[in-house]
T-cell receptor
Framework: DVKVTQSSRYLVKRTGEKVFLECVQDMDHENMFWYRQDPGLGLRLIYFSYDVKMKEKGDIPEGYSVSREKKERFSLILESASTNQTSMYLC?????????????FGPGTRLTVT | DQQVKQNSPSLSVQEGRISILNCDYTNSMFDYFLWYKKYPAEGPTFLISISSIKDKNEDGRFTVFLNKSAKHLSLHIVPSQPGDSAVYFCAASAFQGTYKYIFGTGTRLKVLA
């Protein structure tokens, strides 16, 4: 079974703090993704990575950066947290050679910025 | 601009009846579609997919229909069960060297016992 784990289920941070969200997958997947989920807006892609040290911006990258130093780990960084970054953050991974290209998701991190 | 739309935020269905969840898209380059199910406090899990070369794909109680001319897909659940109560997301992708999916806003299904 593919397992995608996220470092925290719940996180509370103050405005202006630097925040790190960690994601680890154990299935040797090349592709990894960070989304945020907000009511009425669905899942929106922040960044994705298709290889170590490779990254591409998604649809809403502003205010975020990412790091992928190892294949199994993909980190999302909020350089200076703001209240509008309060959200559910979901990490996912996929294998580009699988026919279905389905993405496997972690359980999510609910981040509150006060 | 929302390229993938799920216009019904919620749906209630009696146990044993059919649930029909709808999804519309605007980008004619989309050629692969997926449905995910999400329970509260869990990540989405893959349910069923369909390629644009097909118009129907079936997996047990779940069937996805694709109408390319209308840019519309639907997920049918028959018979619906209380355990199907969740938020359902459709997602679409155009595989042109990227691995991105565009997700819809989700439909919350409630199956009433």
């Amino acid at each position: 079974d593919v397992k995608v784990t996220q470092s925290s289920r719940y996180l509370v941070k103050r405005t202006g703090e630097k925040v790190f969200l960690e994601c680890v997958q154990d299935m040797d997947h090349e592709n990894m993704f960070w989304y945020r989920q907000d009511p009425g807006l669905g899942l929106r892609l922040i960044y994705f990575s298709y290889d170590v040290k490779m990254k591409e911006k998604g649809d809403i990258p502003e205010g975020y950066s990412v790091s992928r130093e190892k294949k199994e780990r993909f980190s999302l960084i909020l350089e200076s947290a703001s209240t509008n970054q309060t959200s559910m953050y979901l990490c996912a991974s996929s294998h580009p050679r699988l026919a279905v290209y389905e993405q496997y998701f972690g359980p999510g991190t609910r981040l509150t910025v006060t | 601009d929302q390229q993938v739309k799920q216009n019904s935020p919620s749906l209630s269905v009696q146990e044993g009846r059919i649930s029909i969840l709808n999804c519309d898209y605007t980008n004619s380059m989309f050629d692969y579609f997926l449905w995910y199910k999400k329970y509260p406090a869990e990540g989405p899990t893959f349910l069923i997919s369909i390629s644009s070369i097909k118009d129907k794909n079936e997996d047990g109680r779940f069937t996805v229909f694709l109408n390319k001319s209308a840019k519309h897909l639907s997920l049918h659940i028959v018979p619906s069960q209380p355990g199907d109560s969740a938020v359902y997301f459709c997602a679409a992708s155009a595989f042109q060297g990227t691995y991105k999916y565009i997700f819809g806003t989700g439909t919350r299904l409630k199956v009433l016992a």
